[in-house]
């Protein structure tokens, strides 16, 4: 009688005891490499008085940890289904703190980019093996969607947060915070995730192919730095000649891996219109969103004259939009039709652009506000339903691999929305009209960018000042407001290409055992 009343090990499995607080440690896991992907922004002033880089080493500091998250993340997410997640997860941890350790006290500009460089190798081991162990824990597809809900509305709002956590630090302490609060949640994460993280792996996975992870790195550094030099410096013979190589290995990489009977990626994944349907939804959401949060930054700071803390503050409207939907997203997604979940958040993202098309230099902030809580809120549903899709449209055993792509659209998005938004906003910008008087050398500083100019500015009579700042100011506004148009235009149309795409898309109902 005793064997009726206590779980089988069937419940015990669908029910693993443990599973929410795993599931904490994971999302925090995610918050902060989030977090660090935008948390330096605010800090390169001071890093730059310390270590004095010149412009392009000060670049491949900023850039350099999504250059190689982006290049790594699928090779990562195939090498946690060979040699299990929790493994790589756990390794990846402890080596994501020690390197924050190294970026904390670089000393030379140097060693900053190598640091950063490493720091993206152990961010690129954390995201696709959480979204793939998310998948493990939690086997009944209703929990699940609550917890990829969770996992995804921490992914948005790191974007969002990393603002406010850095501004914070910055005021009470030296620019290696930033990277030292790594470490308590890393050490959390290794003590907690040993115990109760289950171990899981594909039990016939086959070798890990370094010509197709050298392929894959070289491929997605290639594009990524193509679109960044192609936004900040125009398109040329550089970003050209990135752009050609990163296709062609990008190419040779799909080539191969629909040869190798145990490929990194299974290309015929995106033969399945749903799933297809989804990464490009999940690309373009995170477009959206990164674009705005990463340039209404420089408006309330540059043109509205907010301090960092309070403008990450401003900020903070997405992260809350982005957490309230995505807990919900799956169960209206079942209660509705994925496709209108998921083509609605895009349509809400694109409106709220749309709002700002209309935005100046004295736009209150309830407009403001109101525009990052909608462009929260649809980028929770729409990439947290997405990312459902992705992750169940494969077999466990390939979990890994699925996850990865989610987070390399979501690196990639974030980089066009930043790149191809900014190559606008920074087109109108360089065109603005400079008072009569200014010196040729304060004038190519302003013309770089907002923040030059208002720092170049600073060398010119008062009048002569005012009036340099204020027509940057004025130029940078009307860029802001034509890329708002063509971000709303994107979203708008992707939203409409995601209602078809996603047709009879479900996500599941029965659970896996």
């Known amino acids: 009688m005793s064997s009726t009343l206590r779980p089988g090990p069937e419940a015990e499995t669908l029910h693993r005891p443990g599973r929410w607080l795993a599931l904490s440690v994971l999302v925090l896991a995610v918050l902060l490499v989030a977090v660090d992907a935008t948390v330096l922004g605010l800090a390169t002033p001071f890093l730059s008085e310390d270590l004095a880089p010149t412009g392009n080493q000060l ?14 993340l699928v090779s990562m997410g195939s090498l946690g289904d ?5 493994k790589l997860l756990l390794t990846g941890a402890v080596a994501f703190g020690a ?10 500009p140097e060693m900053m980019i190598v640091a950063r460089a490493l720091l993206g190798v152990a961010g690129a081991t954390l995201m696709p093996s959480t979204l793939a162990l998310i998948r493990n824990l939690f086997h009944d597809p209703r929990e699940r969607s609550i917890a990829i809900g969770i996992w995804g509305a921490m992914a948005s709002a790191g974007a969002a947060v990393g603002p406010v956590v850095g501004g914070f630090l910055l005021e009470h302490f030296w620019w290696g915070s930033v990277f030292l609060i790594n470490l308590p949640v890393m050490a959390v994460l290794v003590v907690v995730g040993a ?24 491929g997605m550094f ?15 013979v550089v970003p050209g000649a990135a752009a050609l190589i990163g296709l062609l290995a990008l190419y040779g990489f799909v080539r191969r891996q629909l040869v190798l009977p145990a490929p990194l990626l299974d290309m015929r994944l995106f033969r399945h219109r749903g799933f297809s349907g989804a990464v490009l ?9 990164s674009g705005l949060v990463f340039f209404l930054s420089q408006f309330l700071q540059l043109v509205q004259g907010r301090e960092p803390f309070e403008a990450g503050l401003a900020e903070l409207p997405a992260a809350v939009g982005a957490v309230a939907t995505g807990l919900v997203a799956g169960f209206v997604a079942r209660r509705f039709s994925v496709r209108s979940v998921v083509a609605g958040g895009l349509a809400a993202v694109g409106l709220a652009l749309a709002v700002l098309t209309v935005i100046g230099q004295s736009t209150g902030y309830p407009l403001l506000g109101a525009a990052l809580l909608v462009v929260g809120a649809g980028a929770g549903f729409s990439f947290t339903v997405t990312a459902d899709v992705i992750l169940s449209s494969v077999p ?33 910008y360089r065109g603005f009209p400079v008072p009569e008087g200014v010196p040729a050398g304060v004038e190519a500083a302003a013309r770089e960018s907002l923040g030059g100019a208002v720092e170049a500015a600073g060398s010119l009579p008062a009048g002569q000042a005012q009036a340099l700042v204020g027509a940057a100011q004025e130029a940078f506004t009307d860029g802001l407001r034509i890329a708002a148009g063509v971000g709303a235009a994107v979203l708008l149309a ?12 479900k996500l599941a109902e029965n659970v896996e055992h």
């Open 222 to 236: 290639g594009v990524v730095y193509a679109i960044k030099e192609a936004a900040s410096h125009g398109i040329g």
């Open 396 to 428: 466990k055993e390939q979990a890994g691999s699925a996850s990865a792509v989610s987070e390399t659209a979501y690196e990639l998005g974030a980089a066009l929305g930043i790149a191809l938004l900014g190559s606008v906003v920074t087109g109108v």
């Open 195 to 218: 115990k109760l993280l289950p171990e899981s792996r594909n039990p016939a996975p086959g070798p890990w192919d370094v010509p197709s992870v050298a392929l894959s790195l070289v």
């Open 281 to 289: 939804a999940d690309l373009l959401t995170i477009f959206g969103l």
């Open 99 to 108: 390197v924050s350790v190294l970026n904390a006290y670089a000393t030379t």
């Open 494 to 505: 992707t939203a409409v290409a995601a209602w078809f795409l996603l047709k009879g898309q």
């Open 82 to 86: 060979r040699i299990g997640r929790k």
């Open 59 to 72: 670049l491949w500091i900023g850039d350099v940890y999504s250059f190689v998250i982006a290049g790594l």
